[in-house]
């Protein structure tokens, strides 16, 4: 199927022919906002945004805002790692982040990126979990993490 001859409103487009449409912007070698392919968002980060909990930042990568709230409590061990802590990662996808997103409980995305983030943390060393050990077998921190 073409679409040679055809003109649509862009979102129309994009919609249509999600392919077409990507295809053309690389073939232009540029983004969809503009950018250069190489040429990297805007990035800031503000420390002690949310004064609720005991750590919390806003983050924003272009148009994109993330605000993380983390809450810190003394815990057990998770069996099988006696000396290490763990972070609680809680992800909400309002409908102010989209319309896509509907209020009620957790999205099955939200808790796919939950768990993503979970694993990302423990196992890729992003938090050293060993630091979060109070006493072994006993005591650990447990970082709450709500974006």
């Known amino acids: 199927m073409t679409t040679e001859g055809l003109r649509f409103e862009s979102r129309a ?10 295809q053309r912007f690389l073939q232009e070698n540029v983004r969809q906002d ?7 968002r805007l990035v ?4 002690g ?16 805002t ?5 809450k810190a409590e003394i815990g057990e061990p998770r069996p ?12 909400e996808l309002s409908p102010l982040c989209s319309t896509r997103f509907r209020p009620g409980p957790p999205s099955d995305e939200a808790q796919a990126v939950s768990e993503h983030l979970a694993r990302l943390f423990g196992a890729r060393g992003v938090v050293d ?16 993490a709500d974006l």
């Not at 004064?51 to 994109?64: I, P």
């Open 13 to 22: 487009f994009q919609k249509i022919h999600p392919a077409e449409f990507n």
């Open 49 to 64: 945004t949310v004064t609720t909990g005991q750590g919390s930042a806003t983050v924003r990568v272009g148009a994109t």
């Open 34 to 40: 503009g950018r250069e392919f190489a040429q990297t």
């Open 80 to 91: 099988g790692a006696p000396d290490r802590g763990f972070l609680v990662p809680n992800i």
């Open 66 to 70: 993330v605000v993380c709230g983390i």
């Open 44 to 47: 800031s980060a503000t420390a």
């Open 129 to 144: 979990l060993a630091a979060l050990c109070v006493v072994p077998e006993a005591a650990v921190w447990v970082l709450h």
